[in-house]
């Protein structure tokens, strides 16, 4: 027999997605990454709708708010992010796996960008999101720069925590429209001044 408090989960539990509503919101969220990250801000959500191949109300029935939206795409972001440093760690030298990590950071900090009102909302809301990717994407960093250091492709003095640091600031350029060419380029020189001194270029 089910206890009381055993039906009210049940009754609680929600209903799992049909196999299309799950698609439709993950291409919904998908969209909204891309979208976020090249309109900033004054993204459109009917423009997300429109390109993901659903009509508004098929978006606001997944997403009741813009901040509901932007905390699972921000959450598919960090997640993203993540899973790019092992797939490419495992499919590159470190240096490369690095090097094109901190590429894919700049997308990572276009789409972040593109929600900072949103996010800001959500963190003064107490969001639980925040605390429930703390810490990955810098875990995810200190992972490549550790492997890069162990093989001697990149210097040994360097601090994935100074690293990230240097890499978080592209958030606060002018939000100019060769702001993300220009970040490229920057990393780009961390990364040369990453591989100088190492135990590979002095041979």
């Not at 090249?38 to 708010?65: C, D, K, M, W």
């Not at 598919?76 to 090097?99: F, I, M, T």
């Not at 592209?170 to 780009?188: G, H, I, K």
Request: aromatic share 6%.
């Amino acid at each position: 027999m089910v206890s009381p408090p055993e039906k009210a989960r049940e009754a609680k539990a929600p209903r799992p997605l049909r196999a299309d509503a799950s698609r439709n919101r993950d291409k919904l969220a998908e969209i909204a990454g891309h979208v976020f990250a090249e309109r900033g801000g004054n993204a459109s959500l009917e423009e997300i709708a429109r390109q993901a191949g659903v009509g508004i109300g098929t978006l606001y029935r997944h997403f009741p708010t813009r901040e509901h939206l932007v905390e699972v795409v921000y959450r598919r972001e960090v997640e993203g992010l993540c899973a790019a440093a092992d797939e490419l760690a495992l499919h590159n030298a470190p240096d490369a796996a690095l090097a094109e990590w901190m590429q894919r950071f700049v997308d990572y900090i276009a789409a972040k960008r593109g929600m900072a009102n949103s996010l800001r909302i959500l963190f003064d809301g107490n969001s639980q999101v925040f605390a429930n990717t703390s810490g990955m994407v810098a875990g995810a960093l200190r992972k490549l720069v550790d492997a890069a250091v162990a093989d001697g492709s990149i210097r040994s003095d360097i601090n994935s925590a100074d690293l990230m640091q240097a890499l978080s600031g592209n958030y606060s350029a002018p939000d100019t429209p060769e702001w993300r060419e220009q970040s490229r380029r920057l990393v780009s020189l961390l990364m040369d001044g990453l591989r100088w001194g190492s135990k590979k270029a002095r041979l």
